[in-house]
């Protein structure tokens, strides 16, 4: 006889493939934002029950939380420029210009080759492996860390994260140069129960953030989901209105852009001149090297995925009809 938790796993599964093809189907813009965030948490439920804790945090943070922002901004724009901001509805949005046959059809091919190759390769591999657990767990003492998570993302596969990090910075800068000739549209007024709201959380936010960020060494946790947490306190801000990014801040966030990627590559450069291979850290200082990096790196992922909801950089106001400042 199934058990209860293999009904229940059945169901989350099922659950989390109808809303997956649902969201791709669904004609109503904000509609599909909405399954999409709902298929994101039901999705960090599944990691949870596949003992993935770190990857459902990262899930819930960064796959759900900052990206379904990032999709309702994205939607308030296009209302914007479409003239629809005040009708509420999506569903009437039409693309500017018609997406060719050719393009759909090449790129339902891609993305069915994509789905094949990995099909294929679950397939073929090994049912009842070793795995690397035994390796992992060899080699702990000396990683500096008691998580294994933490140990293999900083320690025995950092290059990896530092080209993760990479590809954030890289993000930000695109966003930053592309959005420069586009029209902004105004933010919504989101009234003083809001910024109320705003209020109260933060302080927590930030609480949950950084401990997100201490127990990385030895519990799920760790410089992703922390940066993720606490880019929540910057997309709060910036909503509420309480911080507006001024051009004389542009400095200041380039620096934190940067601070993760040079933090990481510099410690890398760092144990390599004193006669090791990069990120082969000496034993007494690999928690320390590790916490550092993790520390610098949570404040840019946090002041980056917080710029790319923000999008554009900050620039000043264009001075009003008639005015001469010069």
């Known amino acids: 006889m199934t058990d209860a938790a293999t009904l229940f796993d059945l169901l989350l599964a099922g659950s989390v493939i109808a809303l997956a093809i649902a969201s791709l189907t669904v004609r109503d813009m904000f509609a599909a934002i909405v399954l999409f965030v709902i298929f994101g948490l039901l999705s960090a439920l599944a990691w949870v029950r596949l003992s993935a804790p770190d990857v459902a945090l990262a899930e819930a943070a960064i796959g759900t939380g900052v990206t379904g922002a990032l999709l309702l901004k994205t939607l308030h724009h296009l209302r914007y420029v479409t003239g629809k901001l005040g009708e509420g509805q999506a569903r009437d949005l039409t693309p500017i210009a018609t997406v060719p046959a050719g393009v759909i059809w090449a790129n339902a ?186 520390g610098l790196v949570t404040i840019s992922i946090a002041v980056t995925l917080a710029a790319l909801f923000h999008g554009r950089e900050p620039v000043a106001a264009p001075a009003p009809e008639g005015r001469n400042d010069t």
């Not at 140990?151 to 800068?173: G, H, K, S, W």
């Open 109 to 294: 091919a891609f993305c069915g080759m994509i789905t094949l190759g990995l099909a294929l390769a679950f397939l073929g591999a090994p049912q009842a492996g070793p795995g690397f657990d035994s390796l992992v767990a060899e080699a702990m003492p000396a990683s500096g860390v008691d998580h294994p998570v933490t140990a293999v993302l900083l320690n025995f596969r950092a290059y990896d994260t530092l080209m993760e990090v990479v590809v954030l910075l890289a993000a930000v800068i695109a966003v930053w140069q592309i959005e420069r000739g586009l029209s902004d549209a105004p933010a919504p007024a989101l009234g003083e129960v809001w910024q109320g709201f705003a209020r109260l959380t933060l302080p927590a936010i930030v609480v949950v953030g950084t401990y997100l960020l201490w127990k990385g060494s030895e519990a799920p946790g760790g410089a992703f989901q922390g940066g993720a947490v606490l880019a929540a306190v910057g997309l709060l801000l910036l909503l509420s209105r309480i911080y507006v990014p001024r051009p004389a801040h542009r400095g200041l966030a380039r620096w934190a852009f940067v601070l993760g990627t040079g933090a990481f590559a510099g410690v890398a450069l760092l144990v390599s001149g004193g006669g090791r291979v990069a990120f082969e850290y000496p034993a007494q200082h690999a928690y320390s090297l590790i916490l550092l990096i993790e």
